[in-house]
């Protein structure tokens, strides 16, 4: 990591009524006694007393900032944040000016005068990590914060960014050090030394935690929907109303609607936020035997959008042979029908506006079928969710080829470990060895 001054723009891009500017780097104290004072003011006279003294971290100074001819670039609002209480563990100053491009250039060329530079992408969340501010959890929580689109996605990143998935994982790799420490020691003390009935502790505490961390990792596919979105797909044959009931449900007129059959031959998608959750709703090209080349196509993406789906509402217009149970079976146009007595199918009208109510409660309960009972007591995304397969790959192996060879046992524990330890972004080769002397207190 470089030791260069670096600033951005932490507010969003554009006109706005305020931009916030934010610099890092290494004793910015003289930086910032500049920002606030104005080298170009008659000789004699007094300075504000606000500026008098020493500068109060955290303190918000109102100041004109000007360059170094004296002219105003703009009244600003500035912060200073001493090393290493800040985000990223440096002295960081913050200035809050107005937000347009004009002012953010200008005050962008100023700080450039005074050797700093543009910062990289996620370069202060970088040094954050570096500085031991944050963990590479943190910064996942922080990513996913950043992206967040419903309240759920915004408790989940939260809860990973304030510190709740570090602890787990911490809490898990230190065990894991812990069962490897005694496993190292059963071969090197003798049994007198060391905790009674140990190597039957470290075995029952190495199934407890594989049996834990399983438990989390089954609960992947409702975290990735919650991170990425539940994907809902509308299927069925051609003009049975599918369109219309996609329309329907996002309340406006997205998708073509037509009694000419094969009329949708794309996927028509749309987000909507239900119950604080994220939904990829899409509509589907009619499954129907067809020799046109376009509408092939549009049946080929219909296919791929069934394998990808979390939930499929099936449409019909008349009730099926087989009902599939993990499905919503909807019967549209049901206004044109006599007979709707089955209580394993919603019947639809989009004409009559009948069954929406009942559709949409349905929606929410194959949603908390799948959050309420599957959800991870952590937040796993593609990288953190390979780590943890490796992780119980290595404890079971340990398990399995246990059997007295504790140096096996060792070995595979500590690939554990090292996994855990990629995912927050902590690899220490002594760890072990520490453990050894500091926690079984083996002076002898």
Known sequence: MNNDTIFALSSAPG?????????????????FKRVINNPARAAGSKLPRQFRGRVIPRHAYFTN????KGELIDQCIAIYFNAPYSFTGEDIIEIHSHGSPAVINKIFDFLRGFGARIAERGEFSRRAFYNNKMDLTDVDGLIALLDAQTDKQRQNALRSLTGHDSKIYNDWRNQMIEISAYSAAILDYDS?????????????????????????????????????G?????????????????????GSNRAIVSDIAGTTRDVVSTQLDIDGYLINLSD???????????????????????????????????VPKK??????????????????????VIYTSVKKDIGFDRLLKAIKQKMHD?????????????????????TIIELENAIKKYN??????????RRASDNIGKILGIITTNEIADMTFSRLCLGK
């Open 15 to 31: 006109k706005s009524g305020v931009a916030v500017i934010r610099i890092s780097g290494n004793d910015l104290l003289k930086l």
């Open 65 to 68: 900032l000007t360059d170094d």
């Open 192 to 228: 007198d030394d060391l905790p009674k009935n140990i190597d039957k502790k470290i075995l029952t505490q190495t199934k407890k935690l594989l049996d834990e961390i399983k438990s989390s990792v089954s609960g992947f596919r409702a975290s990735r929907a919650i991170q990425n």
């Open 230 to 250: 539940f994907n809902i797909v509308l299927v069925g044959k051609t003009n049975v109303g599918k369109s219309s009931i996609f329309n329907k449900l996002i």
């Open 284 to 318: 589907t090209a009619g499954i129907r035997k067809s020799r046109n080349k376009i509408e092939k196509i549009g049946i080929e993406k219909t296919y791929t959008e069934i394998e990808n789906a979390d939930l499929i509402i099936h449409v019909y217009n008349e």
């Open 323 to 344: 009902i599939i149970d993990n499905e919503i079976t909807v019967i549209n146009k049901s206004d044109l029908l006599k007979n709707k007595t089955n209580k394993k």
């Open 370 to 390: 799948l959050f309420g009972n599957g959800e991870s007591k952590i937040t796993i995304n593609e990288r953190t969710y390979e780590l943890l397969n490796e």
């Open 404 to 413: 007295g060879n504790y140096d096996i046992f060792a070995e595979h524990v």
